[in-house]
């Protein structure tokens, strides 16, 4: 299950799209999209509305939706980028050329670029240009957004099939906007195992849960929020020397100072203290392989087409 030398490439979550924001906030609202300009083909994802009809239009509002950045512009159409595993955005002086492989686009502004990159061969990123609030919502894969639910809410929505708590937290049908590192921050905050089922907590589980999704979230989009209101996020990254256990394998957990552990199933990695969450048991053997393999899609590209029916 652990393969040593094998990096993984951390997506975008909650609190990084947040900070995104942030920083457009006040690069783009209030702005004219002078021009769009393509380096990759395979970034769009739409044609009609075509990409050149958001061109001389006015940024009105920015949103987040999941993992994906929605820019609203006059005319309700809208601008939707998926950054997948790899794509960053990077803010550059007006004009920014597109040399290289990892430069798809560039939104120009009179006072800078907006430009995405995406690092490696795959091409996984992708924009959309949409009309109107309901084409808007069609791509919300529909998960509940932590911050306008309570706790009923929240169990409701995790208990609707029996998953492994790792896999509830990073559905993108269940919840909105957390995936691999911050569902490993918030099961060490809670002190829960990655592979305990939904249906089998109980109540003060649930409660410890809850709160914990709450407050890792928050600490994190505080944290980020006033990086970027300093300045342009350009290196967002999940794996922060800050973070509890994420990205942290074989380093001392901060509360008991045992080594911290490791699974590794297809795209996915899931970080965790043995000591603190699953009762000193280390989860690497052919059982759990078997767990997550009848729990988890092959790759994160499967996970995040989820949509709720």
């Known amino acids: 299950m652990n393969r040593p030398g094998c990096k993984l490439v951390p997506m975008p979550e909650l609190p990084d799209i947040a900070a995104y924001i942030t920083a457009l906030e006040t690069r783009i609202l209030a702005q ?17 509305p075509p990409l050149s009809s958001v061109e001389g239009r006015t940024v009105r509002s920015l949103r987040r939706i999941g993992k994906r950045i929605a820019i609203g512009v006059e005319g309700d159409l809208w601008l939707v980028l998926h950054l997948m595993i790899a794509g960053r955005l990077h803010w550059r002086p007006p004009q920014a050329k597109l040399a290289g492989r990892q430069n798809l686009a560039a939104l120009d502004f009179p006072s800078g670029s907006l430009v995405l990159t995406e690092a490696g061969s795959k091409r996984r990123a992708s924009l959309h240009v949409l009309r109107g609030e309901e084409a808007l919502q069609s791509i919300d894969p529909g998960g509940i957004e932590v911050f306008s639910t309570g706790l009923d809410g929240f169990r409701a929505a995790l208990t609707l099939e029996n998953r492994t ?11 909105s906007g957390i995936g691999n590192a911050y569902s490993d921050e918030i099961l060490h905050a809670a002190q829960l195992s990655p592979i305990a089922l939904t249906h089998k907590l109980n109540a003060g589980e649930w409660d410890r849960l809850f709160a914990a999704t709450r407050s890792t979230l928050t600490l994190w989009m505080d944290r980020l929020h006033t990086e970027a209101e300093k300045s342009f996020p350009e290196k967002v990254t999940a794996f922060r020397p800050e973070m509890a256990v994420h990205g942290r394998f074989n380093q001392p957990c901060p509360r008991c100072g045992q080594k911290i552990q490791r699974i590794r199933y297809a795209d996915n990695e899931t970080n965790y203290c043995a000591k603190f969450q699953t009762g000193g048991k280390v989860l690497a053997d052919r059982s759990l392989s078997r767990l997550l393999g009848s729990d988890w899609p092959r790759t994160l590209d499967e996970l995040e087409s989820l949509k709720r029916r």
């Open 165 to 175: 708590l790792k896999r509830a937290l990073t559905d993108p049908r269940l919840v």
């Open 32 to 48: 004219s999209i002078e021009r769009v300009r393509l380096a990759s083909v395979f970034l769009l994802r739409t044609v009609d």
